[in-house]
């Protein structure tokens, strides 16, 4: 079965276009890989954490900053699909 991503976010931090952004390169890029990415409003605040799976791979409190696209493409296609080339998102 193919994974789901979550984009949990704090709808009083304002970051709601942020998530949405981030889930429109999420599913531009892996759309074969992907079920599904989806919009949480969190009921914490501050809270900005991404899941695959129902598994945390980041989260803004612990990392200190949001994910670059970049990075964060690179993280989910290390679980999704480690043989996809990312062209120019890809590490060096």
Same mark, same amino acid.
């Given at each position: 079965?193919?994974?789901?991503?979550? +984009?949990?976010?704090?709808? /009083?931090?304002?970051?709601?276009? %942020?998530?949405?952004?981030?889930?429109? @390169? =999420?599913?531009?890029?892996?759309?074969?890989?992907?079920?599904?990415?989806?919009?949480?409003?969190?009921?914490?605040?501050?809270?900005?954490? +991404?899941?695959?799976?129902? /598994?945390?791979?980041?989260?803004? %409190?612990?990392?200190?900053?949001?994910? @670059? =696209?970049?990075?964060?493409?690179?993280?989910?296609?290390?679980?999704?699909?480690?043989?996809?080339?990312?062209?120019?998102?890809?590490?060096?």
């Amino acid at each position: 079965m193919k994974p789901t991503i979550v +984009i949990e976010y704090c709808p /009083k931090c304002g970051w709601l276009l %942020k998530a949405a952004y981030m889930a429109q @390169e =999420i599913l531009t890029t892996f759309t074969d890989d992907i079920k599904m990415v989806s919009l949480q409003p969190s009921e914490v605040a501050g809270r900005y954490t +991404i899941f695959v799976n129902n /598994k945390a791979i980041f989260d803004r %409190k612990e990392q200190g900053h949001f994910p @670059e =696209i970049k990075e964060l493409k690179q993280m989910i296609r290390d679980i999704v699909n480690p043989t996809k080339n990312l062209g120019h998102s890809d590490k060096k």
